[in-house]
């Protein structure tokens, strides 16, 4: 199978059903970004912590169903995987257990760390631009409630997850100055 096919030239791509669509549609913008934060995610493993991996590679995957998600028209599509809300309650679930492990947070944190730390800072702050994306697409056209669910949960997790890695690097959390 060749990669390329020379359909996208024109700036127009394909979504599920094969409708075609210009390439900035607001569609296009929300599978794309999501496809960002996917990237960064899998840029952090392996983070050197298998409890933090497998989670990792799971939400990955999570993604890539977000993705097929955003891209068919059709929210009710039974062909098209869909994101579900036992999906966010497990992402709540996995930010329970490392929250347990991590001090009670007093202020906002910077951004950074350790540089699992900080990948995953970085991914947590497209994964909010993924959200903003997802909720403009929904302002237009209909998506999987649970997608946009997950996607700000999603960033909270990473959140937690930055810390987790700080944390156990031995690298302080770093406050602003007003």
């Known amino acids: 199978m060749k990669i390329y096919t020379g359909r996208g030239d024109e700036g127009m791509t394909d979504l599920r059903d094969m409708s075609r669509v210009s390439k900035t549609s607001p569609r296009i913008e929300a599978y794309g970004t999501v496809d960002e934060v996917n990237s960064l995610v899998g840029m952090v ?3 050197g912590y298998d409890d933090l991996d497998e989670k990792l590679e799971a939400i990955q995957n999570h993604l ?3 993705q097929a998600d955003f891209a068919s028209p059709d929210k009710d599509d039974p062909d098209t995987p869909h994101i ?3 999906h966010v309650a497990k992402l709540e679930d996995w930010m329970d257990t490392f ?3 991590l001090d009670p947070l007093q202020s906002f944190i910077l951004p950074g760390g350790s540089r699992p730390g900080a990948k995953l800072h970085h ?6 631009r993924a959200e903003r994306r997802a909720v403009a697409l929904a302002a237009d056209e209909p998506v999987n ?3 946009v669910a997950y996607l700000n949960r999603l960033s909270d997790a990473l959140f937690v997850f930055a ?3 700080n944390k156990r690097e031995g690298v302080r959390e770093s ?3 007003y």
């Not at 991914?123 to 909010?128: G, W």
């Open 45 to 47: 493993r392996p983070s």
């Open 64 to 66: 890539h169903i977000i």
């Open 84 to 86: 579900e809300d036992h």
């Open 99 to 101: 929250d347990e492990e």
């Open 123 to 128: 991914a947590r702050s497209v994964c909010r």
């Open 145 to 147: 409630d649970a997608s």
């Open 163 to 165: 810390r987790l890695v």
């Open 175 to 177: 406050s602003p100055e």
